[in-house]
């Protein structure tokens, strides 16, 4: 809200997770690149957490035993 009305930018309102938080970052379905919700949304968490067990074999363990040993099992509950 600015001076009492919805202020919005590029047509947008109440859009956070499209502000640019990393230069030239990951891809965003907006076509941007390095949005706050490419890091922090609970798609980019799961996916990170993808990440963490496909590389750090043996210590993603704990990740894929929340997951009930199912990697595509995990998901990011509100």
């Not at 930018?9 to 390095?34: I, K, N, T």
């Not at 993808?50 to 035993?65: I, M, S, Y």
Request: charged content about 20%; hydrophobic content about 35%.
């Amino acid at each position: 809200m600015l001076n009492g009305q919805l202020y919005r930018a590029l047509g947008r309102g109440g859009e956070p997770g499209h502000y640019r938080v990393v230069p030239d970052g990951r891809l965003c379905g907006c076509g941007s690149r390095g949005c706050w919700e490419q890091y922090v949304s609970g798609n980019a968490l799961v996916a990170g957490g993808a990440r963490v067990r496909q590389a750090v074999t043996g210590r993603g363990r704990p990740l894929l035993q929340l997951a009930g040993a199912a990697p595509r099992a995990s998901t990011a509950r509100r």
